[in-house]
């Protein structure tokens, strides 16, 4: 995640010290600890052609039970985990959602849902604000029909609204979650409208991952001239947010490579909040997929994040989560948390490796079947990434 609200406007989000730190510096506990997603199930009431778990109406096969749910969360307790993300499919088609978040809470964990919106009740909004939920994100593709097409089902944008609705009524914080592709960009300024109208706290715009169904989307996925004009424009947003002092936590995610462009666009402009940037991005690493971030899904494997289905390094209904995030006897997990000197192509050359850290891997390994290849999504030029300078020079 890019908070382009710290970047630009330096701007605090309440998450921020899990991607910045205090003072500059991550703690010892926070660059030893994941934030987890957990895929809690892979049924869903709709059918988002862009879903990276497959999700489906379907039955609950082999689900993890509430008791065994139990059991994981306590085991991301004991490994100190500090925030637990439920996601699906749709989280909350699981009856005991509810009961299983109370347990991460009662446990010290953190928690956080990721949810298509149309589920939610008053009373569903109101228990949510009372186990503690940090933010309920509710994701949306365009305005009306447009995320209806996306979501595969008509009325899905009304009923989300009104999930958001119900949130904010309770005084829970929103986070938006927008996927952004060459048929839905044009929607990315009405979606920050409606942050504005709506009093939304905070919006994610996602790039396609490769991934599940948003594999069979590369064909439609942003060209990099185009990746470069919806980062700006949502760059130019999130400065006239803050000028005119609405206090909305703007994200970029799964492309490391917006840092390096948020960067360069300062340098040369404004030095100081170039360093300032630099600085930042530097405390968070780049991608962090094995290392600060990972997923577990409905059965319980272990994914080194939310994207990567197809890797799984082991099983928690068999081994406790920690010591399979620390075993690096897998290669992939060993590779992952020191993987700058087995990556390829353009970003093994490239001088701003150090803060993007190679961008996202389940990407590179769907078009190239090499986990360690280039990103194909990574929009800067050669020029701009250094290829062709010495590799000693400072940026």
């Not at 990276?52 to 100190?80: C, N, V, W």
């Not at 994914?303 to 209904?317: E, I, K, T």
């Amino acid at each position: 995640m890019i908070s382009v609200s710290r970047l630009l406007c330096d701007e605090i989000g309440p998450g921020d010290e899990l991607r910045y730190g205090h003072h500059g510096r991550l703690s010892p506990a926070l660059e030893a600890r994941p934030i987890v997603v957990w895929n809690c199930t892979r049924r869903c009431n709709l059918s988002c052609i862009h879903c990276y778990a497959d999700a489906a109406i379907s039955e609950a096969d082999r689900e993890m039970s509430t008791e065994e749910g139990k059991d994981f969360i306590r085991q991301l307790a004991e490994f100190k985990v500090p925030v637990l993300l439920f996601s699906g499919g749709e989280p909350l088609i699981r009856k005991d959602f509810l009961e299983l978040a109370r347990c991460a809470t009662e446990n010290g964990i953190g928690v956080v849902v990721s949810t298509n919106g149309t589920l939610i009740t008053p009373e569903i909004a109101r228990e949510m604000k009372g186990i503690g939920f940090r933010e309920v994100g509710i994701s949306l593709d365009g305005i009306g029909r447009q995320n209806d097409q996306f979501r595969g089902k008509t009325g899905a944008y009304e009923a989300a609204l009104q999930g958001i609705r119900k949130c904010i009524a309770e005084g829970q914080r929103v986070s938006l979650r927008m996927t952004i592709t060459r048929s839905n960009h044009h929607e990315v300024p009405a979606i920050l409208d409606l942050v504005e109208q709506e009093n939304i706290d905070r919006v994610c715009f996602y790039h396609l991952a490769y991934a599940g169904r948003g594999n069979d989307l590369r064909d439609i996925d942003l060209s990099h001239e185009e990746t470069r004009e919806v980062v700006d424009l949502i760059c130019e947003k999130t400065l006239d947010f803050y000028g005119r002092g609405l206090n909305k936590e703007i994200l970029l995610v799964a492309n490391h490579a917006d840092g390096v462009y948020l960067y360069l666009k300062e340098k040369g402009r404004n030095e100081e909040r170039a360093t300032k940037i630099r600085e930042l991005l530097l405390v968070n690493g780049g991608n962090n997929s094995g290392i600060r971030i990972g997923a577990v899904d409905e059965e319980g494997n272990v994914h080194p994040d939310q994207f990567w289905r197809s890797l799984s390094v082991g099983n928690v209904r068999e081994r406790s989560f920690g010591d399979i995030w620390m075993d690096v006897s897998h290669p992939v997990m060993a590779g992952l948390k020191d993987r700058k000197k087995l990556l390829k192509g353009r970003c093994a050359k490239c001088r701003y490796l150090e803060i993007c850290n190679g961008n996202l891997r389940a990407r590179a390994e769907a078009v190239f079947d090499d986990i360690w290849a280039e990103d194909p999504a990574c929009y800067l030029t050669d020029d701009e990434i250094g290829i062709n300078e010495r590799k000693d020079s400072k940026f």
